[in-house]
């Protein structure tokens, strides 16, 4: 009996270290930026194989905008963490890049640099002008990879009549300078305040269990 508690708390503790790993990224995000990493991998030819499904379905949607597959981009908010892949299209004449989140539900998003070291970036849901210090958020309710790149190309050019254009340079390294600017700014410390803080929280739950697991059974085992 004693032996077979003893396994059940092995394992239960097993799972609940499992899942506080898989959560310490977002929980270390509430506190810095600073160990995000983010680079590219692989070749720029084509997506490879884990293009399938509803991935598979919106890579055909975003190549026929007109964009052109830049490559597969690996992000994480620490370096031993787990990380997130995405595909990464690009578009000169549209002056915009567009991703495809491999992890389930991300859906897509567009995001357009700007000369002023600003962000335009859509997603199914928003569209959001992002700077050093302030955002302005639109909500567009959940639409398709073409609707949505519209809505974004409108955004753009409302901000060109501010005399603030796109930048030129739809490269790799642009788009890895794109990331950068984008945790620089004051929106994404907001939503990684948000998101981290509950990911802090439920680490703290769950760590507070396996330390009442654990009590239990050292006091069971004294009692004998």
Request: charged share 20%; with cysteine; hydrophobic share 50%.
């Amino acid at each position: 009996m004693m032996t077979l508690l003893l396994v059940l708390i092995l394992v239960w503790a097993y799972t609940i270290l499992r899942v506080v790993w898989r959560r310490l990224p977002l929980a270390m995000g509430f506190f810095s930026f600073r160990w995000m990493t983010a680079r590219f991998i692989g070749a720029e030819d084509a997506p490879g194989p884990e293009v399938k499904g509803n991935t598979g379905v919106l890579n055909d949607e975003i190549l026929d905008l007109g964009f052109s597959y830049l490559g597969l981009r690996e992000e994480g908010l620490i370096p031993w963490g787990r990380k997130i892949r995405e595909l990464v299209y690009f578009d000169d004449q549209s002056a915009a890049f567009a991703a495809l989140p491999m992890a389930r539900g991300y859906g897509y998003y567009f995001i357009s640099p700007l000369s002023d070291g600003s962000l335009v970036m859509t997603t199914r849901s928003k569209t959001v002008w992002i700077s050093a210090n302030d955002h302005a958020t639109l909500p567009i309710g959940k639409v398709l990879p073409d609707k949505a790149f519209d809505i974004h190309q409108d955004n753009v050019k409302s901000r060109a009549r501010d005399g603030v254009f796109p930048i030129g340079d739809f490269t790799r390294e642009s788009r890895l300078a794109a990331t950068r600017a984008y945790y620089a700014s004051a929106y994404a410390h907001k939503q990684m305040r948000r998101i981290g803080g509950i990911a802090l929280l439920s680490i703290v739950i769950y760590m507070g269990f396996l330390a009442y697991a654990c009590k239990a059974f050292l006091s069971i085992v004294l009692l004998r």
